[in-house]
């Protein structure tokens, strides 16, 4: 793999998101992600901006592992699945990854392929979804096939195909397991078809197994199920399944109005038929299904957007309630214990404040805890030399805690960095939706070749 330096102009660019804060792939740092061990929560992976951190004493201390040593590079945001025998899969555009030894991620018997989303069922199968176009230049064939392992991920026979067979571009964004029945499975996504006028088209499709993904009966056929708002650049994402019925399921449908906002549809006959309960003039980049059953015998609905702040509804989408004091949220997850984790803004950005923290965890909704404050990591993960780990990953610690903040385990030797200059930021001249990356809106007018997509998990076209 190939070190990344940090270049005076991207260094700039992350200078005018966080002051004082660059990473070496241009991006402020962030968390992206949260992911418990199942069955074993006090095992976390959070996903970050700048690689991974680790904890193994839930939440109380973490580690970090570079993009090096998973495998990826630059703006790309993995999936991470985290199985009950301690196996970590990663998806990435150089296909699955699984780490089982605590250090390193390899190959899988899967190949190449680029895998789009994975899922973990209530029966510790694993699920992942192909999106690989062909690609002759390297070898790959087009793939757009649902895997199934019931070994940990060992083999995956069988695999199924939802869509048309004679389609060449498919993108599935979500696979999601009904966590009261391993027997149902949700799928979405969407492939480009031909355009009578020219070009393509994008097309939706939402997909429902009944049999463990044997196969699938498609929700989406000509038009568009009832209830739904679908535009040329929508989004279908199942979010969330109500925890004692398949049938109870939640889409987010991102660009809703096909520019800016985001929406929440509810279904209760399992995907056939939807009724919009939220919409947002931004994104919607958290939300979740609580386990318990409130006192009006619903599940609390929680949503959250950097910006505009965290809500609740205890009706099921009827209403409505701003959280006073809640963090700028960007992801949420809920544990077994009924605790609900938080990706949060460590440092903030312009137009969004700074929680001091990059996870924070609540129960009540009302008091948020700190789970993780970047400026107090030590350490990156310890691995035995000849792994990427140790040769690049370690040996990069010093200067990736230098610019979190942090002070790094005196083992590492870190030489004391001269105090940096002040730099102001730019003035804002305006801002534009950045999606669901805690990274922020980047200072426009650089000299940097970037460029922010939304969702950062889209394989290029």
Not at 186 to 196: A, D, Q
Not at 254 to 272: K, R, Y
Not at 279 to 290: E, H, L, N, P, Q
Request: glycine share 10%.
């Amino acid at each position: 793999m190939i070190r990344r330096i940090i270049a005076p102009a991207v260094l700039a660019a992350a200078i005018a998101i966080a002051p004082g804060r660059a990473l070496g792939n241009g991006r402020a740092p962030g968390t992206s992600s949260i992911t418990f061990q199942q069955g074993h929560e006090q095992n976390i992976v959070a996903g970050m901006t700048f690689g991974v951190l680790i904890s193994h004493d839930g939440g109380k201390t973490w580690a970090w592992m570079c993009e090096d040593a998973i495998g990826y590079k630059g703006t790309y945001d993995p999936r991470y699945t985290y199985t009950g025998t301690g196996a970590l899969f990663a998806t990435t555009f150089n296909g699955l990854k699984v780490m089982r030894d605590s250090c390193t991620f390899g190959d899988t018997t899967e190949g190449s392929k680029f895998v789009s989303a994975s899922a973990l069922g209530p029966d510790q199968a694993f699920y992942y979804a192909a999106s690989q176009t062909t690609d002759m230049a390297h070898g790959v064939m087009s793939d757009f096939q649902i895997y199934k392992s019931v070994n940990d991920g060992v083999t995956f026979p069988n695999p199924t195909r939802p869509d048309d067979p004679a389609d060449t571009n498919v993108w599935w964004e979500s696979l999601v397991i009904a966590p009261s029945s391993a027997q149902t499975v949700y799928l979405s996504g969407y492939r480009y078809i031909p355009n009578p006028t020219g070009g393509t088209l994008r097309d939706h499709m939402l997909f429902r197994s009944d049999n463990a993904g044997a196969s699938w009966t498609a929700l989406v056929k000509t038009g568009q199920p009832a209830g739904f708002t679908l535009m040329a650049n929508s989004v279908i994402d199942i979010v969330g399944i109500a925890r004692e019925d398949p049938r109870h399921v939640y889409a987010r449908v991102e660009l809703v109005d096909n520019t800016l906002s985001d929406a929440i549809f509810v279904s209760t006959d399992a995907g056939v038929s939807w009724k919009e309960i939220r919409r947002k003039t931004a994104t919607i980049g958290a939300f979740v299904v609580r386990a318990a059953v409130n006192g009006a015998g619903k599940h609390d609905l929680v949503l959250g957007t950097q910006a505009l702040g965290t809500e609740v509804s205890h009706d099921d989408g009827t209403s409505w309630t701003l959280l006073a004091g809640a963090p700028h949220v960007n992801c949420l997850t809920e544990n077994a214990a009924g605790e609900l984790w938080a990706c949060t803004q460590n440092y903030g950005f312009s137009g969004v404040g700074s929680d001091d923290a990059g996870i924070m965890k609540t129960t009540d909704l009302v008091t948020w805890s700190k789970v993780l404050h970047y400026q107090d990591l030590t350490d990156a993960v310890s691995c035995a030399a000849g792994t990427i780990q140790h040769d690049t990953c370690a040996a990069m610690w010093c200067t990736v805690c230098m610019q979190l903040g942090c002070t790094a385990s005196a083992s590492y030797s870190c030489p004391v960095a001269s105090e940096a200059p002040t730099m102001t930021p730019p003035p804002s001249k305006g801002c534009c939706d950045t999606g669901a990356s805690p990274s922020g809106p980047l200072a426009l007018g650089l000299t940097v070749a970037m460029v922010v997509l939304r969702p950062r998990r889209r394989r290029a076209r």
